[in-house]
């Protein structure tokens, strides 16, 4: 397999879990919004690297925090990663907001697994992202706002 880029290396920039006082693990399903902000710039000097920064939140909906997912989370982390060759900013950008993107979110999620597996409710899962699904809506020119109120099954 031809391998166009490679992650170099990742940090946690900030990480909150909060617990949510009023989440009631008794009912069936939990509903909240997930929003992700992404940033990705190229190196200054070598065009072949570029950062990736993920902001991940997951906040209850109004009014419904009984309902919500057991932690209100906030992360955010940077991913250096290189292209084996100079390849046009806009292709570079392209395959970082789907492959990369998906890479830091899964290093995200395992943190914030690790995190929570300690904590009051246990171990909590980030819900799942569709990179291809965001990218389609930046072009399109809608808001990049991640997919809302995914539901999820007692943790």
Same mark, same amino acid.
């Given at each position: 397999? &031809? ?6 290396? $990742?940090?946690? =920039? ?6 949510? =006082?009023? $989440? ?23 065009? %072949?690297? $570029?950062? *990736? ?7 209850? #909906? #109004?009014?419904? =925090? ?5 932690? &209100? ?19 570079? #950008? ?7 993107? +998906?890479? *830091? ?20 899962? *980030?819900? %799942? ?15 990049? #706002?991640? +997919? ?8």
């Amino acid at each position: 397999m &031809n391998r166009v880029f490679r992650l170099d290396r $990742y940090q946690i =920039e900030s990480v909150a879990v909060v617990l949510n =006082e009023s $989440y009631d693990a008794k009912l069936p399903s939990h509903a909240g919004d997930v929003s992700v902000k992404m940033t990705i710039a190229p190196h200054k000097e070598d065009p %072949t690297r $570029y950062l *990736l920064s993920l902001e991940l939140f997951v906040r209850p #909906k #109004k009014d419904h =925090e009984k309902a919500f997912f057991p932690y &209100n989370i906030a992360i955010k982390g940077r991913a250096f990663f290189v292209f084996k060759d100079n390849c046009p900013k806009d292709q570079a #950008k392209h395959v970082l907001s789907l492959n990369g993107a +998906s890479i *830091l979110h899964g290093l995200l999620r395992a943190q914030v697994a690790q995190i929570t597996a300690q904590s009051v409710h246990g171990q909590f899962l *980030l819900p %799942t992202m569709n990179f291809v699904e965001m990218a389609q809506s930046q072009q399109a020119g809608k808001p990049t #706002k991640a +997919s809302k109120g995914k539901e999820h099954a007692k943790p």
